[in-house]
Each structure stands twice: as C-alpha cells, then as structure tokens.
C-alpha cells in the first residue's frame, strides 16, 4: 500500500512532468547544490511535499513509528556519506531503485545492486563489531 | 505554478508512502539490510510495490510524446556504466546501513521527528555540497543532473 503510493508519486512527476522523481537529485537542486536539472520551484514543491505526505499520514491514520541511532555520530557519517555518494552516482533509492529499476536502465541496475549489497555489508559488519 | 502544485502532489504522495510503509524508521530499514541476522524484507515489497506503478508508467510514457503538463521529457539518457555511479553507489549504501536513512526517508521524517534526523539532514547537504565542489572522485566536473 505504501509502495503503490510511492510508485503513484512517480508516476505523476514522470508522466505529467516529464521527470524522474529523485528523492537526491530535487533535494541537491531544490537547494541550489546542482545548477541543472529539474526547476527550481518543481524541485522545491516536491522536496516540501515530502514531509507534508508524512505529517498528514500521522494526521489521518496515526503515528509513525521511527527508532533513530541513539549515538549523533551514525547520523552524521551516515548523512555525509549518503549526500556524497548520491550525487557522485547520481541517484538513491528512489531515482535508480524505483525509477530506474522499473525502467529497466542498466545503469540503475547495477547502482541498486551495489547500494543494497553495500548496504547488507555495512549492517553485517556493524551487528558483527556490536556497534549496532 | 500548476507545475509547481503537481511536483508538491507528488512529493507529498511520495512522502506519505514512505511514512506508511515504514521506510522512514531507521531500525526497520537497517533490519531489511541485516540479511544474516534477523532479516525483515517487508520493505522490499515496498520497493516491489512502488515499481508497479512505475512499470505502467513508463509503458504510457513510451506512447507520449511529451509530458500532460510540461513541453518535453527529460530523462537521464545516459548509459555507460562508469567508476563514479559504483563508487557513489558504494558509499550511499554505507551510509545508508550506518544511519538507516536513504534521502526521501530522511527529508519526510523532518515532519516527524524533526530534532532527530535533523543532523543527518544537515550532514547529507554538506555531503552533497562536498561532491560538487571538491568532487576529487568524479571523472567529469559535474554531474548530467537528476536521476
């Protein structure tokens, strides 16, 4: 039900705007990181919609459950090497894996399939150390 | 400005569905990624789920030929699989398993646990910051634009 959603949103960016609906490329040139891509006020009102969407989720149908780490230092390591990493192979989850994926572009192939196995290989070896 | 209120649509669509389906809590992405300890992979089918959509969509797409409300596509058109998409890959999936947080989760969860995301948030923009002004990884000086 979630995912309908999510693919939803997709749908409506890529066939009324003409767009890929990713999450890293809006947020870079919402805030003016990237000097091409989507306009300015699209990427704007698509990167505000997404807190919107989840506040009105835990409006309607109640709350949402989040646990975060409870060190700073994950989300700081975290955060810098997402923001880093999704620019410098142009997508994250929702521009290569949903988009890109169901697009069948080779490109987003062979990112999902190295962010998801360097995502298995991060958490095998946290839980493995017990830092997590 | 009506492309303005679609975009806002879709990202409040997209924002919903990730506070729905669990993929803005940390703990449960990072069980999903924990593939030798006690998997969860609910959220995969989240992943199956949003590519239906996805999957028609670019069916229509390929008998469009342009947009309902912008004048054309503009789709990534690039092909070549090169050292800066692993690379970035890499290192997104890295820090997506230490925080649990990918960018939309991140950017919904603002909404929702403002005080706790809020580093990561900061971190990614400076991350991002950091790709396109010292980008010592990338072959190309600067990035084809929105994936």
Redesign the interface.
Known sequence: MGGLLIGLAAAIMLLGLGRIAGVSGMAARATGIADSGAPRNVAIAFVVGLPLGALLIAQTVGAVNVSFPASIWPLIIGGLLVGYGTRLGSGCTSGHGVCGLSRLSPRSMVATGMFMASGFVTVGLLRAGGWQ | MT?????????????????????????RV?AF?????QWDPTLA??????????????V??SR?S?????P?????G????DR?????????????????????P????????PG??A??????????????FV?F??QKP??????
């Open positions: 492309r303005a209120l679609i975009a806002l649509l879709s990202g409040t669509l997209f924002g919903a569905g990730l506070a729905y389906s669990g993929m803005s809590d940390p703990a990072q990624l924990d593939l030798l300890g089918f989240v992943m199956g789920g949003a590519m239906l959509p996805m999957a028609v969509a670019w229509i797409r469009l342009s947009p309902l409300a912008a054309t596509f503009d789709l990534p690039t092909t070549k699989l800066p998409l692993a690379i970035g890959a890499i290192l997104f999936g890295m820090g997506w398993g230490i925080a649990g947080l990918c960018p939309g991140a950017l919904a969860d603002l909404a929702i646990a706790d995301v580093p990561f948030v900061v971190a990614m923009f400076v991350g991002m910051a950091a790709q396109r980008p990884l990338s600067k990035q084809a634009g929105p994936k």
